[in-house]
């Protein structure tokens, strides 16, 4: 009978070792997964997502007349650019799609005729009374501006959430948001802008100029937008060691074509 | 009580059964340590599958999302296509993630939210309404305001590892309503309560094989289903069966119920798709109904818990009335065992059985552009990490024009195999973006399914004509030499190389064509008047600006060369017509947005690059005299199914014997190139124009493109000239037209007409040139 004890002891004290409870976490992982109504996705460690990365905003704002968008010019020109929300039941975008506007030939519009302007409160409403001394032309909107320099709902609602995610050091997330703005319009001179900006802050400032250079082929007729982009074609130069270069780039941000 | 025996027998039974119980105790001990070694070895293996990474998942490839905002380019039954593809259920009314209601010109649909690099898009309950080809106002249901929603990613393809095996992970709060009750009913009612066997399982099933006569029951828990398919093979032997317990015990032992169900749901072998194999409720989902797990509605889930007993018997799509059987069988079970109540699981058998008729799932849809997308991705990935890691990518692919590009190369390619001599010609088609560079469409052949040669990226093919652009732009970067109303003469030559040989080029028609303006050359791809173009301004220099084109293949620097001698790849093709449709910024192909780990953390972006390589201006007058390709050139066939008042610019190619055909082309949202030959060179009967244009035109009719419309560089100027000498002149002199010059090599203007005089060279136009009647019936 003893003998029969150990094998059976040790028997069941094996068995016990192999019964210790242990719960491993199962790593059933999946991104891209379906996010229901109003949640946040919820990964597979279970902690929601921070919310600063959440996609760029759905709603435009809900009075459009009053939102503008000042679009600071780093270092240098004292004349913040201005972008108006579009009115609401607005153009079609600013690009090529509407047939009317030949941009390539047209006039030069009221808003950027001017240095220094009041910050932006008053909607596209408001801009044709701006003190321009040009009376609004052959534009097909309400407004004064022209239509390839209002910023429709998407392109606004992006720049804006780029401007929160590069204020808040996200230069990738600011970076991506600005191309997804390119793709929707592609040919808006102040998404490429800011895009130059970005890559300037990312350290990449042969990148900025050739941003920035871009901007200029579609900023016809925007002077002062253009005198923002040789400002920052000349930071660029200077950031390339091209300091003859800055200067030639600084006299044309003078003379403001 | 003792017996009285013999002494003898006593003797003998006495020490047989002491030594039989000594040998007994022995054995039973030497079992006891086998079964608690062998317990310990599975414990080991069981603990170490289950939680150290468990599957190893293919990296997932994704389309472009579909943004939506007013005055976006997308027409109704475009947006109807992507919705189909991504599974949204047509209902009357919106009722969660993934219907949709359609309309006559709205569409109302609740999207299905997804994590991108930038972050959530939310699910959204929206409306769209449509004018023409037009998104003419996106809104929320809810009446709040909404400036753009994007829809989520169509799935194109994965990267498999060589086992072929393909999961979409799911977590057990993904189940829909009835699944987990549904299984346990029909696979395993004992399932929560049991250790991992149970005895009454199989009790049972013993019971009904035995009055039914057959085997209609196993007796296997889930637990048991799971460690057989997990770490066993499907032998079905005594010891197998007993090392199934043993391991499903363990299991039970270490795990909790939610886990191995779980890891069930995500394991369950649930069907065969071609050499791949469907495992798991996550992609039994998507591959049978094309939509999410957690969207499936009652007859749904019925029918893939009926699948789980016999994935091929009962396989849908082969033998649906097995599989209808099957199901019903199901929600009679549910019905019975109060999952379901009588009346759901009645409506549930009354519906079809809802499979879609897609068979296969994306994997091999598009096997040209996620080879090129697995090229760009090997450049920064090892082959592991593509296949295992559950990489999702998100790529730049437009199913809408991959669609229409198939259709368009189909649609013409039968019209040319009724020619003589073209049958069977290949093909290939590249289509970029040309203001963001991004691909978005790719056909590697003529069969856009079949994952062979991809000729797009890889088919090295004379160019012919396509290389003429460079020489021309080459020539207008020298505006104090050549302007586009240039004099330059298209007249026979000879010229002698550095091996003695003589070359001795040959308009296509072998017709001289004398004196004609510089942009004319272009127009009609004159051969003589390129090539004395060319070599006046020097091979390197155009070789020069080939390369700054965005070429980096080094074409042989013989004069051949300027006539297209040189052999490109079509991607190469369009690389080089992206610079000249980009204002002369060239941006490098891109086909990968970025890509996100398998957790949804950000792990790479390919952001846009961009490089300024020629002056605005010269580009302004090449493009300006592409488009005049199209309007009275080689290309002009091309308004035959595009209206007249949409812009393009184009070149044509054809190499000698027609070995091939080339178009290359661009709108202002547009570039397409097209290739059409015969994978062993041989002669075809189709010249650039009668071929591949057919197919860019066919393609642009239906993805209806936007006029180009560059802007206009500050160094270009309008002049006014005389169409027929090319001297300027004033606007009310006749025959005076405006083209574009850069500032400075412009004519300069003539005097003014006044009255209408009579003109120099008459009104018949007999002035002694054919090149001149044909400027002056440009006029008319």
Redesign the interface.
């Known amino acids: 009978m003893t003998k029969a004890v150990w094998p059976v002891m040790i028997a069941g004290v094996l068995l016990a070792g192999c019964a210790a409870p242990q719960r491993g976490a199962i790593p059933v992982v999946d991104s891209g997964g379906p996010v229901s109504n109003g949640e946040l996705y919820r990964q597979g460690n279970n902690r929601p997502l921070p919310a600063q990365r959440q996609a760029p905003v759905a709603a435009a704002p809900s009075a459009p007349a009053d939102a503008g968008v000042t679009v600071m010019v780093p270092g240098g020109s004292s004349a913040p650019l201005e972008t108006y929300a579009a009115p609401a039941a607005s153009a079609p975008l600013i690009t090529s799609s509407s047939p009317g506007t030949p941009p390539a030939q047209a006039p030069v519009q009221p808003s950027y005729s001017q240095p220094v302007y009041p910050p932006a409160t008053q909607g596209a409403a408001a801009a044709s009374s701006a003190p321009t001394g040009i009376p609004s032309a052959s534009t097909s909107t309400g407004g004064g501006l022209a239509a390839d320099e209002q910023l429709d709902g998407p392109v606004l609602a992006l720049l804006t959430t780029a401007q929160q995610q590069q204020g808040g050091g996200d230069l990738n997330g600011a970076s991506s948001s600005l191309e997804r703005a390119m793709r929707i319009a592609p040919r808006e001179p102040q998404v490429l802008y800011r895009l130059a900006q970005v890559r300037l802050a990312q350290n990449d400032p042969a990148q900025g100029e050739q941003l920035a250079r871009r901007a200029l082929t579609y900023a016809n007729g925007r002077p002062a937008l253009q005198a923002s982009l040789w400002q920052l074609i000349a930071q660029a130069r200077e950031a390339q060691g091209d300091a003859s270069g800055a200067a030639l780039a600084r006299q044309k941000a003078q003379v403001g074509t | 009580m003792k017996r009285p025996r013999s002494s003898r027998s006593r003797k003998r039974k006495t020490f047989d059964w002491r030594r039989l119980s000594g040998w007994a105790?022995k054995l039973?001990?030497v079992a006891?340590?086998a079964?608690?070694g062998v317990?310990?070895y599975l414990?080991a293996v069981v603990?170490e599958k289950?939680?150290?990474?468990?599957w190893t998942?293919p990296a997932?490839v994704?389309a472009r999302p579909l943004?939506l905002?007013?005055?976006?380019?997308l027409s109704r039954d475009d947006f109807l296509t992507e919705l189909d593809a991504l599974g949204y259920r047509r209902e009357k009314t919106v009722d969660g993630?993934g219907s949709v209601s359609v309309g006559a010109s709205t569409v109302e649909l609740?999207t299905?939210?997804?994590?991108?690099?930038?972050?959530?898009?939310?699910?959204?309950?929206i409306r769209v309404r449509f004018a023409g080809g037009?998104v003419s106002g996106v809104s929320?249901l809810d009446g709040?305001?909404?400036?753009?929603?994007?829809l989520?990613p169509l799935m194109i393809g994965g990267i498999y590892p060589a086992h072929n095996e393909d999961r979409?992970?799911?977590?057990l709060d993904?189940a829909p309503p009835h699944l987990v009750d549904g299984l346990v009913a029909v696979e395993d009612r004992e399932f929560w309560h049991h250790h991992g066997v149970s005895p009454k399982s199989i009790a049972r099933a013993v019971w009904v094989n035995a009055t039914s006569g057959q085997v209609r029951q196993g007796g296997s828990t889930l637990t048991q289903q799971l460690v057989k398919n997990f770490y066993l093979t499907n032998e079905r032997s005594i010891t197998r069966k007993g090392t199934e317990a043993l391991m499903a015990l363990?299991l039970e032992?270490?795990?909790?119920k939610q886990?191995i169900l779980?890891?069930y749901l995500?394991e369950v072998f649930l069907g065969q798709d071609g050499s791949r194999a469907i495992h798991g409720f996550?992609l039994a989902a998507q591959y049978f109904f094309g939509q999410?797990f957690?969207?499936l509605k009652l007859h749904q889930v019925a029918l893939l818990v009926g699948l789980v007993k016999g994935p091929s018997y009962y396989n849908p799509r082969r033998y649906p009335e097995r599989a209808m059987a099957r199901r019903n069988l199901v929600l009679d079970l549910m019905a019975e065992q109060g999952v379901v109540s009588a009346t759901e699981a009645e409506a549930a058998k009354a519906r079809p059985l809802g499979i879609t008729k897609a068979g296969s799932l994306t994997n091999s849809s598009f096997p040209a552009f996620v080879d090129l997308v697995k090229r760009q991705l090997k450049q920064d990935y090892r082959d592991e990490d593509l296949t295992e890691e559950?990489l999702?990518i998100f790529t730049s692919f437009d199913p809408i024009l991959q669609t229409k590009a198939e259709a368009a190369m189909a649609e013409a390619l039968k019209r040319i195999d009724g020619r003589k001599g073209a049958e069977n010609v290949e093909s290939a088609m590249v289509v970029t973006?040309p203001?963001?560079g991004?691909v978005q469409a790719l056909l590697g052949g003529r069969d856009p399914r079949f994952a062979g040669y991809n000729r797009a990226l890889d088919a090295v093919r004379q160019v012919g004509s396509l290389i003429k652009p460079a020489v021309y732009l080459t020539a207008l970067e020298r505006p104090s030499k050549y302007t586009l109303t240039t004099l330059i003469q298209d007249e026979p030559f000879s010229v002698k190389g550095a091996d003695g040989q003589v070359w001795r080029p040959q308009n296509y028609e072998h017709k001289a064509h004398g004196t004609i303006f510089l942009y004319q050359g272009l127009a009609h791809s004159y051969n003589l008047s390129t090539a004395r173009l060319g070599l006046d301004l020097g091979l390197p220099e155009v070789l020069k600006t080939v390369e700054r084109l965005g070429v980096s293949r080094a074409l042989p620097p013989y004069p051949a060369t300027l006539l297209g001698a040189g052999a490109l790849t079509p991607m190469e093709v369009a690389t080089m017509y992206q610079t000249l449709a980009n204002?002369g910024?060239n941006t490098p192909l891109r086909s990968i947005?970025?890509v996100?780990?398998?957790?949804?953390?950000?792990l790479k972006?390919y952001?846009?690059?961009?490089?300024?390589r020629f002056d605005?201006g010269a580009i302004y007058l090449v493009q300006y005299a592409m488009q005049r390709v199209m309007r009275e050139g080689t290309g002009r066939s091309v308004y035959n199914q595009i209206p007249t008042?949409v812009n393009l610019a184009g070149k044509t190619g054809t190499t000698n014997d027609s070995r091939d055909s080339w178009f290359s082309g661009f709108s202002?949202?547009l570039l397409a190139v097209v290739w059409l030959g015969r994978d062993d060179n041989g002669k075809t009967p189709l010249t650039g124009a009668t071929g591949a244009l057919q197919v860019w035109s066919n393609f642009m009719r239906r993805a209806d493109p936007?006029?180009l419309?560059?802007?206009?560089?500050?160094n270009i100027t309008q002049a006014w000239v005389d169409a027929t000498t090319g001297r300027g002149t004033d606007p009310s002199c006749p025959n005076a037209v405006q083209m574009p010059y850069i500032r400075g090599s412009e004519p300069p203007a003539g005097a003014s007409c006044g009255a209408p005089a009579a003109p120099a060279t008459g009104g018949n136009g007999n002035s002694g040139s054919p090149v001149m009647d044909w400027v002056k019936g440009w006029l008319n």
């Open positions: 105790v039973g001990l006891l340590v079964l608690a317990c310990i414990d603990q289950f939680s150290g990474k468990r998942i997932k994704y943004e905002f007013n005055g976006v380019k993630p609740n299905r939210g997804f994590q991108f690099y930038e972050g959530v898009e939310p699910a959204r309950a037009t929320a709040s305001n909404l400036a753009v929603a994007r989520e979409i992970l799911i977590k993904q363990l032992l270490h795990y909790s886990e779980e890891a995500n996550g999410p957690s969207e559950g999702r973006n203001e963001t991004e204002g910024f947005r970025s996100l780990d398998a957790n949804g953390e950000p972006r952001p846009f690059q961009i490089e300024q605005t008042s202002q949202d936007v006029s419309d560059m802007p206009v560089p500050d």
